[in-house]
């Protein structure tokens, strides 16, 4: 059973919006960190967003700072990723994580250990 699913992607024109859940299921992240990172064809799986286990922190990524924020609701498992403005640039797989080891926000990559399966974000010109 995968742990975290994503939906809410699509294909949306520049300038529009998009929110992106990520659920959790089989077990509770709600003592964990959470984050949004994406990843364009041929390119490294970038950060986009994270946010501590309370929500009381949350860091962005410089290329979507002041367009995306990130939210999350422990009572239901869930965490978004509201997405305005949105640029031709931001086209690619979305994938929700969760760093269960680590309750404060986290940029680095390598502390999430859960993924979800990810979801396509297209967005035309």
């Known amino acids: 059973q995968v742990p975290l699913v994503e939906s809410g992607g699509g294909l949306v024109q520049a300038g529009g919006s998009l929110r992106l859940s990520c659920a959790a299921s089989?077990?509770?992240?709600?003592?964990?960190?959470m984050g949004w990172f994406r990843q364009a064809p041929g390119k490294e799986r970038e950060f986009v967003a994270t946010?501590?286990?309370?929500?009381?922190?949350?860091y962005y990524g410089d290329s979507v700072k002041g367009r995306f924020t990130i939210s999350r609701d422990n009572a239901q498992n869930t965490v978004y990723l509201q997405m305005n403005s949105l640029k031709t640039e931001d086209t690619a797989v979305y994938y929700c994580?969760?760093?269960?080891?680590?309750?404060?926000?986290?940029?680095?990559?390598?502390?999430?250990?859960?993924w979800g399966q990810g979801t396509q974000v297209t967005v035309s010109s």
């Open positions: 089989g077990r509770s992240f709600g003592s964990s960190a």
């Open positions: 994580a969760a760093a269960s080891r680590r309750a404060i926000a986290t940029i680095n990559r390598r502390e999430y250990n859960y």
């Open positions: 946010i501590s286990w309370n929500g009381g922190t949350t």
